[in-house]
């Protein structure tokens, strides 16, 4: 099952009012299924990896019912507020003995905003409010889990969480049915920062190094006039560029995405366009598997080349095909 997603909302109207819709935090995390069936559970990305052993503290999750499955997010809180950095990097781990370590350094709560099936039943036909109503019956004191707080002001909601550094604010329609892996205008977005879902094609090594990263090379899967993804002729997916992205990747953070990087096997040049030789030139050419969040300014008109971005994540639940589904 793939999740319900939000349309980004009209930022010049912001939230919608009246008794109708219904708004939460938009939480900074990974967006996980919690899937849940006789005593053992899976914590399911968007692309369906199973990522449960990276989270052992939410093992409690499994002891709410037999059969359930909940929709939510796994949030690392740094100095009151979530951290998609800290997050992001857990879901790295496949070592069962490393992952026990890491709730103690980086704990990760489970925020769940929907519940979807309980005891066979399948709930995703029902209205919003139904749903939520039998979601805050069941997460009851359940160690590490909460459930997104419901606020009935949103545009109060969206100065509220703009003035705290929070991410921003998702509008409910509380009588839409749950959407199963489709967008739909009853869930509106409303994000305070612009954060962009880029595919790394290349990198760059810091001057004066060989091996750490001065930038990576990014850009977004490329259609044809179809809008099928344009491949080369080995099958190879090929890319719009979008720019290099050096912010960011100072310290620790650098040094995580050069180890991911080093796994990704090499390639000729995978972008649809040639870029400038002075950008080119000792660059190392990548698959497109890789995808990260950059930060920005929004992109360039004409060139469409991100504007100031900044590293903020790799962001392991996705694949370069699904970022053709995000608009």
């Known amino acids: 099952m793939r999740p319900m997603l939000a349309t980004p909302g009209d930022p010049r109207t912001g939230p919608p009012g009246g008794r109708g819709w219904a708004h939460e935090i938009k939480w900074d995390g990974i967006r996980l299924l919690a899937d849940v069936r006789g005593g053992g559970q899976r914590l399911l990305t968007r692309s369906g990896r199973d990522i449960a052993a990276a989270f052992p503290e939410l093992a409690a999750i499994a002891q709410v019912g037999e059969d359930l499955l909940l929709d939510g997010e796994a949030v690392a809180m740094v100095g009151g507020r979530p951290s998609f950095g800290h997050v992001v990097e857990r879901v790295h781990t496949s070592s069962v003995t490393a992952a026990a370590q ?128 344009l491949r080369d002729e080995a099958g190879r997916l090929q890319l719009v560029y979008a720019g290099r992205v050096g912010s960011g990747l100072a310290g620790r953070a650098g040094l995580v995405l050069a180890e991911r990087l080093a796994q990704v096997p090499g390639t000729p040049y995978p972008f649809t366009t040639a870029i400038p030789r002075a950008e080119a030139t000792a660059s190392t050419w990548l698959e497109p598997r890789v995808v990260i969040d950059v930060a920005s300014l929004g992109l360039t008109p004409g060139e469409g080349r991100l504007r100031q971005p900044s590293f903020q994540g790799v962001r392991e639940d996705l694949t370069p095909l699904d970022l053709l589904e995000l608009p």
Do not use: C, N
């Open 102 to 229: 890491l709730p103690a350094a980086r704990p990760a709560t489970y925020i769940a905003f929907d519940l979807l099936r309980v005891d066979g039943m399948q709930l995703t036909g029902l209205p919003w409010s139904a749903r939520r109503a039998a979601l805050e019956d069941l997460l009851d004191d359940v160690p590490g889990v909460l459930v997104s707080p419901v606020y009935d002001d949103g545009v109060q909601l969206l100065a509220a969480t703009a003035d705290q550094g929070l991410e921003g604010v998702v509008s409910k329609r509380r009588a839409a049915p749950y959407l199963e892996g489709g967008r739909s205008t009853d869930w509106l977005k409303f994000p305070h920062r612009d954060t962009m879902s880029v595919v790394i094609g290349g990198w760059r090594a810091q001057t004066g190094t060989a091996t750490r990263l001065g930038a990576v090379h990014v850009g977004l899967p490329a259609v044809d006039a179809e809008g099928r993804p």
